[in-house]
């Protein structure tokens, strides 16, 4: 069979839309649900510098931020124009980290359904509605989902564009723009999403999947995009590295030999960050079952371009984010800066969990991915959501 015959067999299963749908809307509803359940809220941390920054736009048209956090275009922006709308309500601070959450979730359907069909899809959504650090993140106004959002966004077009160059029937090119223009987007949410460019410019020397001239396509949609907001910011402030000298040097108590948000014991930090994938609960389970459930995938698995493809981009890209996230000693080692690998793990493992059923195997799968979604469950619930606590027990302690 040709590869391209291979890569259509997919397509009948993957196109059944009302199960598809239905299958996105339970997950919706149940990520809503555990949302609630698990809610977080107003921080008074970086969220109200997120809020402050929309208020800056609101009163000073046009505005650059002071501070790092006013500079996250993606999420400062959409607060002051729903401000705009609905007024200064606590809601308000919330919608567009719950937009970008949602977008996350359908975006990894639309990717799993494509290359792996609704079955496989609907498993994996599973696990990643329940990912503890999804949840929480999302949870609170943050920037992590935004950014997130915009790097699968990027990865889901390159996957498109590398189906169209294998098929030969279209041009990849609008696509590959696109994805760069995704990129640019997630650069504009945070410096950090550099690590996704670095995985594409990986695929980009391997020659995987594309001709290495069409991966120019991807730099014409990214290059803009980032030039142009070096372009505004130095227009303003006469600084052509303005952002860049702001995040650089935003906070100078970061130390990888400290535990500040880990909760591991720190050993050194070219093992704390596996040490921390391992043990914290915010990863549940998955870090212990997620390699061998990649072997099986990449050796039983896979028998067809598009699930291999996205089997390939999916560990490229965490891989890749989490070795950069882990070695880049400005971030302090939190789990949510590893949120994206996280997810890209969930839909991984959830695939290969529905594969081995799909192949007669029922135990096993069964087994593994209720423990998967319990650790998950038990790792937010477990997880100290009241930020205030030292203030209530004071409160106590005076009140008798």
């Known amino acids: 069979m040709s590869a391209n015959t291979s890569e259509i067999t997919v397509h009948p299963v993957a196109r059944r839309t009302p199960a598809f749908v239905l299958a996105v809307v339970v997950a919706l509803a149940a990520f809503a649900i555990l949302l609630k359940v698990f809610w977080i809220g107003f921080l008074g941390s970086d969220d109200s510098v997120y809020w402050g920054g929309a208020g800056g736009w609101m009163t000073h048209f046009p505005f650059v931020g002071a501070t790092h956090h006013t500079l996250r275009h993606t999420i400062v922006l959409p607060l002051a124009v729903l401000r705009s709308l609905l007024g200064d309500k606590l809601y308000v601070l919330f919608l567009p980290s719950l937009a970008y959450s949602a977008g996350i979730v359908v ?67 609008p696509l590959l723009v696109m994805s760069g223009v995704a990129a640019g987007f997630g650069m504009l949410s945070r410096e950090t999403a550099i690590f996704g460019v670095l995985a594409i410019g990986l695929l980009f020397l391997r020659g995987y999947g594309l001709p290495r001239l069409r991966y120019v396509a991807f730099g014409m949609g990214f290059a803009p995009v980032v030039l142009l907001e070096f372009a505004y910011l130095y227009a303003m402030t006469g600084k052509i590295f303005y952002r860049l000298q702001i995040s650089a040097h935003h906070d100078g108590s970061v130390s990888r030999y400290l535990d500040q948000g880990a909760s591991v014991p720190i050993i050194h930090p070219a093992i704390d960050p596996i040490t921390m994938l391992l043990l914290n609960h915010n990863f549940g389970v998955l870090g212990w079952v997620v390699v061998p459930l990649v072997v099986w995938l990449f050796r ?5 371009p598009a699930l291999r493809r996205f089997a390939v981009l999916a560990t490229v890209l965490s891989v890749t984010w989490a070795v950069a996230a882990a070695g880049f000693s400005i971030l302090p080692l939190l789990p949510r800066y590893f949120m994206l690998p996280s997810l890209l793990i969930s839909a991984v493992c959830g695939v290969s969990l529905a594969r081995m059923w799909q192949r007669g195997g029922r135990r096993v799968p069964l087994l593994v991915g209720c423990a998967i979604v319990a650790a998950n469950l038990l790792g937010v619930a477990g997880d100290n959501r009241n930020f205030m606590f030292g203030e209530h027990v004071l409160v106590d302690v005076a009140a008798h």
């Open 107 to 173: 975006l990894l359907a639309i990717w799993m359904r494509r290359t792996v069909g609704v079955f496989c899809a609907a498993a994996a959504l599973v696990l990643v509605v329940t990912n503890a650090v999804f949840l929480l993140t999302s949870a609170t106004a943050s920037i992590d989902v935004a950014e997130a959002f915009f790097v699968l966004l990027a990865f889901v077009l390159l996957d498109a564009a590398m189906a169209r160059e294998a098929v030969g029937t279209r041009s990849p090119i």
């Open 300 to 304: 039983q698995g896979v028998n067809t």
